[in-house]
């Protein structure tokens, strides 16, 4: 096969797309998009990321994505260098050993006795050792990423890196990718990167139309070893509950309450303020307080720190594509040097809420914590301005 980043270059120019149009709807950076055209591979954070948008731009060009796939291995197989030594001639040992005549004589006797001694034990671990390495070998045989449909009865299965969930809504597929599976999953969807830990469900948008269309419960994992997978609880259809209410992904708008519906998200209400407070949003609500998780994503190098529970401070230099997973019992104190570099997801009993809070440039200092209502005794997990 041609080279595969020509092919993507000319499907989609065959198709009169521009770069622009491409990364709107298939929600995969344009930087990226031409890296794998240009067969750029260090352009990567990591291989999962790499194989997963490669399949996802090959899948939107109408290409067959497993081919392309095959082409990325046997080009990283073509480019890993030859160790030096498989390059040296090897020298047998009666080469060695005889290679001078009056040295050969005199301890030709005692080898060929000590090889007759020793080649009824050296026969039986060499082909015992053949053996363990044929066996190992099986092992070690390469895993092909797989495709799971997900119709109208629940998916339970394992997933790894690069395997992929399909949602068909409408007649129209959606594909979700699993980027990571360790410590938490990473799935790539057309509503963006989302992060699920383990006993926590999510509800998904996939087509935009403000309902949401899969859920997704994280069933088991290995935190420390991603090579396990990760057990999913997958199911599609219908899955707004009488009397629910589809939440809007909180943007600029949210102190006025306007929001556009978003999957997951029961409505977030603008708490009245009263006289003396600073203005805040209620995200949760119940009759206690419950574990909040926060997951950060960052759209550009900014400097973040957080602090969970008035305890644990944490400060550092993040880069484009970088994700963060932290969770609290009591909430969080948030600092951003660009407030608009970091998107932040809060999840809550089984709830998803997307929060963009500062504009671009903007230096961005947040409480996220819970309070109790005085008045009605209940407990509201809010969104607060630090001055």
């Not at 499907?11 to 149009?21: D, K, N, P, T």
């Not at 291989?47 to 290409?63: A, H, K, M, Q, V």
């Amino acid at each position: 096969m041609e080279s595969f980043g020509k092919k993507l270059t000319e499907a989609r120019v065959a198709r009169g797309l521009e770069f622009e149009q491409v990364a709107r709807e298939t929600n995969i950076t344009r930087r990226y998009l031409e890296a794998l055209e240009a067969e750029d591979f260090s352009a990567f954070p990591g291989e999962p990321y790499l194989l997963g948008f490669l399949r996802n731009y090959c899948d939107y060009l109408g290409l067959n994505s497993n081919e392309f796939i095959s082409a990325y291995k046997n080009l990283k197989i073509q480019e890993s260098p030859v160790p030096l030594k498989d390059l040296i001639p090897r020298r047998n040992f009666s080469d060695l050993l005889f290679s001078n005549p009056v040295i050969g004589k005199m301890i030709g006797a005692a080898i060929a006795a000590a090889i007759l001694i020793g080649i009824g034990v050296g026969s039986y671990g060499f082909f015992g050792k053949m053996m363990s390495d044929m066996n190992k070998g099986e092992e070690i045989a390469v895993r092909e990423a797989v495709d799971h449909q997900i119709g109208d009865v629940e998916f339970q299965g394992r997933v790894f890196a690069g395997d992929s969930l399909t949602v068909t809504v409408g007649g129209v597929p959606y594909r979700m990718t699993v980027i990571a599976s360790a410590p938490a999953v990473k799935l790539e969807t057309p509503a963006g990167m989302r992060v699920i830990e383990l006993a926590q469900d999510m509800l998904l948008d996939l087509d935009g139309e403000g309902t949401p269309d899969a859920k997704i419960f994280v069933a088991d994992l290995f935190r420390d070893d991603p090579s396990k997978g990760a057990t999913l609880h997958v199911s599609a259809g219908n899955l707004v509950e009488p009397g629910q209410t589809v939440a809007g992904v909180l943007g600029e708008n949210t102190a006025t309450g306007d929001a556009a519906a978003a999957a997951g998200d029961v409505v977030v209400p603008q708490e009245p303020n009263k006289p003396g407070e600073t203005t805040h949003l209620v995200l949760f609500e119940g009759g206690s307080a419950y574990p909040v998780t926060l997951n950060a994503t960052f759209r550009g190098y900014c400097l973040f720190r957080f602090e969970a529970d008035k305890t644990n401070r944490e400060e550092r230099y993040y880069q484009k594509s970088e994700l963060l997973t932290v969770q609290a019992k009591n909430g969080f104190r948030v600092w951003a040097s660009n407030g608009n570099a970091v998107k932040i997801q809060m999840l809550a009993g089984g709830k998803t809420v997307d929060l963009e809070l500062s504009r671009p440039g903007e230096v961005l200092v947040r409480d996220l914590k819970w309070i109790k209502d005085e008045e009605s005794g209940r407990f509201k997990f809010i969104v607060q301005e630090v001055d």
